[in-house]
DNA sequence: GAGAAACGATAACATATGTTATCAAGTTCA
DNA sequence: TGAACTTGATAACATATGTTATCGTTTCTC
């Protein structure tokens, strides 16, 4: 969540320099758990080197909701801030190095920002970034076909396509995996290459 | 946005109450446009009387993002905060009391709240429940059937059901209008009413 | 009050998508 | 190495959904 912005925000570097010390590294083989639906989350996840997803269980099967890889950072955000079990599971996808920030430290850490005289607006910035990506994927789902939306995720975010099981971006796009598969042919058929 | 959780915090009320008389009553006609997409979003928008939706333009038809009604408020968040062009357009569907607070006063008014201690805390709160509803929204569309979103919204809000145009609907449900109309007669042979 | 526009239902047809089952290739792991 | 699991493709069939067109009713507008 945070961490995203350092970029944008670079007095955060120094809070967060400050904070590094006390993640716990961790070495995660492929689908490991990283926060359990109904669990209430504890850290902030960071991600060196791997990829994530979250999803939440329906009847059986899952439904993926996003997807994260290298220095991407995230949490079940509503669990973490407001203590309410989380509505999804974050698991890895691919073997993974994970780092942990334990949630005490996170929260002392925003204390320390929010001391500094421009935190709200930053926090206001970032959070209507993030809602806004939301607003899209809703936007999209209802603006777009599974096909343009398979051709988005192709043009736009292709690492996910490429690292990804092809099963659990058919349930992001929110279609089966045997209709992806059908796309894919048809786009296969449609832009031979030589 | 903020206005929403007045109740949750009690504080705000103080600094609501000073902006009150800037703001501007507007008797507003069914389909009167308060922001329009691609524009910078300039006033907080409070309804008194009526509904307003958001929606975009898709290729000459309009796909419905959200509702709105009575002691509601909104704005297009990123468009506010960040001063970039508003990816949607702001629409009465009823006859509508608004009340707009322009921009500088909100800011102000942020301005002066930011010295509250627990605001960073307070915002961070409210973002994540507002981020919460929009992944819903994204997670419903993958998980539920049209029908199920339907009955959903008709089992928990009904008002939107009884006061909203239904090609609206069928545009936020994400299917066309006839074949929403579908799903209610069906539904109405699977439950005759005495 | 009359014409126009908005709203909603329905039919008929085409297309998209889900479901189930089967097969093949790759990967993991004991 | 071999069995079990994972991943992905494909076929066949059933169902869901989109599109276009028509009709009747209501609502708006002048």
Redesign the interface.
């Known amino acids: 969540m945070f961490f995203h912005f350092k970029d944008r925000f670079p007095k955060l570097n120094t809070y967060w320099d400050k904070y590094l010390p006390f993640q716990k590294r961790v070495e995660a083989p492929a689908k490991t758990v990283l926060l359990e639906e109904g669990k209430i989350s504890q850290h902030y996840i960071f991600i060196e080197k791997g990829c994530v997803r979250t999803f939440?269980n329906?009847n059986g099967d899952d439904?993926t909701?996003q997807f994260f890889f290298e220095n991407e950072g995230l949490s079940s955000?509503?669990s973490?801030?407001?203590n309410v079990p989380s509505?999804f599971t974050i698991e890895t996808i691919e073997p993974s190095v994970i780092y942990l920030l334990p949630k005490q430290h996170v929260l002392r850490l925003?204390d320390e920002?929010?001391h500094e005289p421009d935190?709200?607006?930053m926090?206001?910035?970032m959070?209507?970034?993030?809602?806004?990506h939301?607003?899209?994927?809703?936007?999209s789902?209802?603006?777009d076909t599974p096909e343009q939306r398979y051709q988005l995720l192709l043009s736009e975010r292709p690492h996910i396509v490429q690292r990804v099981p092809q099963h659990y971006i058919a349930?992001?796009?929110?279609v089966s995996k045997v209709h992806l598969s059908r796309i894919k042919s048809k786009l296969a058929k449609g832009k031979p290459h030589f």
Do not use: P
């Open positions: 939440f329906n439904k909701v955000f509503d973490f801030i407001n509505t925003m920002l929010s935190f709200a607006q926090i206001l910035q959070t209507a970034r993030r809602q806004m939301y607003i899209n994927e809703f936007v789902i209802i603006r349930s992001y796009l929110g």
